[in-house]
């Protein structure tokens, strides 16, 4: 069965400082997606990022950046020098490719508040 | 362009009430999904469509029906309204099966069950 987990529930720092948001994941597949959402205060799901698991390539964007390790099942996303406007709740999820449940399963998510 | 629209964006409901949970998109999309909200759990899948005609439920079907006659709209119905499912409602729509593309959600609907 898949499973994503956000053991971090809560994290709060000061502007400007880098900050890591850890996810793992559990699934039987070879061929799976991974997924981060951010959800920003105003409610709305804001889509952020999807790797599929042949690709471990690390990703930046701007400040953002995502470590997909396989060896250890984890899908961490890094913002640096973070901003207020980051604060947000952020979602981890994962698919499985050949699922005849052709779902997403969520984590369930880490707050992060960014202080000024 | 609306993308994906939910009605109403809040409602308060007696127990043992029913109600419909409209949902709608605009981008011609197979996949619909239900999810619901709740405080430390993510977001947990209640029903899924692959095209119109067909239904699958999720991981927390019960209580909830949905129908999908059409490509655009995806309904969800609560038969019997408990408190325990007071929630906050996305619904999320994709162009392909969940994975291969993003899903694009709905602004939410605030549920609370008296």
């Known amino acids: 069965a898949q499973k994503v987990t956000q053991a971090q529930t809560e994290i709060s720092v000061v502007e400007k400082e880098d900050v890591t948001l850890d996810c793992v994941y559990e699934t039987r597949d070879t061929t799976y997606y991974l997924f981060w959402y951010k959800q920003p205060p105003s409610g709305e799901l804001v889509f952020l990022i999807r790797?599929?698991?042949?690709?471990?390539q690390n990703e930046i964007s701007g400040r953002y950046s995502w470590n997909f390790q396989k060896s250890t099942s984890s899908f961490n996303f890094t913002i640096t020098a973070s901003q207020v406007v980051d604060s947000a709740v952020y979602f981890c999820?994962?698919?499985?490719?050949?699922?005849?449940?052709?779902?997403?399963?969520f984590g369930s998510g880490t707050r992060l508040s960014i202080r000024p | 362009n609306a993308g994906v629209t939910q009605t109403p964006k809040f409602q308060v409901l007696k127990t043992g009430q029913s109600m419909t949970l409209q949902c709608a998109q605009d981008?011609?999309?197979?996949?619909m999904s239900w999810y619901r909200q709740d405080p430390g759990m993510g977001l947990r899948l209640i029903h899924y469509s692959v095209g119109a005609g067909i239904t699958d439920q999720g991981e927390v079907p019960n209580g909830y029906n949905v129908s999908r006659s059409t490509t655009e709209d995806f309904p969800l119905r609560l038969l019997s309204a408990a408190p325990s499912q007071t929630s906050v409602y996305f619904c999320?729509?994709?162009?392909?099966?969940?994975?291969?593309?993003?899903?694009?959600f709905g602004p939410g609907t605030r549920l609370t069950v008296t």
């Open positions: 999820a994962l698919s499985e490719a050949y699922s005849s449940a052709s779902k997403i399963i």
């Open positions: 999320a729509s994709s162009p392909e099966r969940a994975g291969y593309h993003e899903q694009y």
């Open positions: 790797r599929n698991s042949f690709d471990e």
């Open positions: 981008m011609n999309h197979e996949y």
